[in-house]
């Protein structure tokens, strides 16, 4: 059974108000009999309860993530699992847990943020999936609660952010295409909506802008393999069709990967594909798929980390800025056929 303020005080022989003045390094008790009390807690194995903790600090001691996606994504996407052991690991070190709510449905998002604040079950917000002008950054001022933000949003926001360049991998990606000879690339981005979506469709255009080539395959998903593999079907379907597809994620390289081997093309003999996140199972494909190698495990760690410095008065205010993604060469991407 765990050990309560009242074992500690009969073991060192106090009263229970002189524990909790010397575990709360509070004034009230002597030196000598703090140190007495701090080393009876210590040999009995006492921990704080957060509950208690909670109560008298007005905290929750938790962290909130809302998830406006479909459930199922959160099972089939690799970053999602990634993201969220690295933040729990950053919370394990400073016993905070995280709260999980996937919103799905019409204003489902802000009754989830709202719920959350105003029952005081959450200190902050990590907010993913930043979109263009979002709402939730002036729904989070008017909560007074503060957050992180995976990437900077492109409206004024008040929150620091944690971001990583999404230029850099597309880059590489559509250079390394390129070295190959190909010059019809095309691009299965995400929902023009998220931030990330954008820049990885601008970073797709402006590598084939700066090598002479035209930007004009390009297919809209949502990130999922169902997706992944429509938007390919469409753009295999086209007269003047890809020699190579620049995938927003591995899910819908996968996916897409998949597709074309189905309907007779060889990978990359015929079609080359790149991915994106460099998840584990992407080296075990066939052929093993060329991807954008990002760290989302640490991602997660460092977001949790920036929030929980502001909930301690650490944080300098400044957004932090990963190490840049680089692109990881496997056999699916290879020279463009002849002809």
């Given amino acids: 059974m765990a050990v309560t303020i009242s074992d500690v005080a009969h073991a060192a022989g106090v009263s229970k108000g002189a524990v909790s003045y010397a575990?709360?390094?509070?004034?009230?008790?002597?030196?000598?009999?703090?140190?007495?009390?701090l080393k009876v807690a210590k040999e009995l194995g006492w921990k704080p309860s957060l509950?208690?903790?909670?109560?008298?600090?007005?905290?929750?001691?938790?962290?909130g993530l809302v998830v406006a996606r479909d459930p199922s994504l959160l099972g089939t996407d690799p970053f999602f699992p990634a993201f969220i052991a690295g933040i729990e690991t950053a919370l394990a070190e400073h016993d905070y847990t995280?709260?999980?709510?996937v919103a799905t449905g019409a204003g489902a998002e802000e009754r989830c943020y709202r719920k959350l604040a105003e029952n005081g079950r959450v200190?902050?917000?990590?907010?993913?999936?930043?979109?263009?002008?979002d709402s939730r950054i002036p729904l989070l001022q008017e909560l007074k609660l503060p957050a992180v933000t995976l990437n900077r949003p492109d409206a004024d926001s008040p929150f620091p952010a944690v971001s990583m360049d999404d230029c850099a991998g597309i880059t590489a990606a559509v250079e390394h295409l390129v070295g190959l000879g190909h010059t019809r690339i095309a691009h299965v981005g995400g929902g023009q909506e998220y931030i990330h979506g954008?820049?990885?469709?601008?970073?797709?255009?402006?590598?084939?802008?700066?090598?002479?080539?035209?930007?004009?395959?390009?297919a809209e998903a949502d990130f999922t393999a169902a997706g992944g593999m429509a938007a390919t079907a469409d753009l295999l379907r086209r007269a003047d069709r890809p020699t190579a597809i620049v995938y927003a994620n591995?899910?819908?390289?996968t996916a897409g990967q998949s597709y074309a081997q189905t309907q007779g093309l060889s990978v990359p003999g015929d079609l080359s594909v790149t991915g994106y996140d460099n998840a584990d199972f992407t080296q075990y494909l066939n052929p093993p798929l060329t991807t954008v190698a990002t760290e989302p495990m640490?991602?997660?760690?460092?977001a949790a980390q920036v929030l929980l410095n502001q909930l301690s008065n650490a944080h300098d205010g400044e957004d932090t800025v990963l190490k840049a993604p680089s692109l990881l060469v496997r056999a699916s991407t290879g020279p463009v056929p002849a002809g």
Avoid at 250 to 253: E, F, T, V, Y
């Fill in 123 to 133: 200190d902050g917000f990590l907010l993913t999936d930043v979109r263009h002008d």
């Fill in 250 to 253: 591995d899910l819908m390289a």
């Fill in 98 to 101: 995280l709260v999980l709510s």
């Fill in 23 to 37: 575990l709360n390094g509070q004034p009230g008790v002597s030196e000598g009999t703090r140190e007495r009390i």
């Fill in 51 to 63: 509950r208690a903790k909670g109560l008298s600090s007005a905290k929750a001691y938790a962290l």
């Fill in 298 to 302: 640490l991602w997660g760690r460092v």
């Fill in 198 to 218: 954008r820049s990885r469709r601008q970073a797709w255009e402006d590598a084939l802008a700066a090598a002479g080539l035209r930007a004009d395959l390009f």
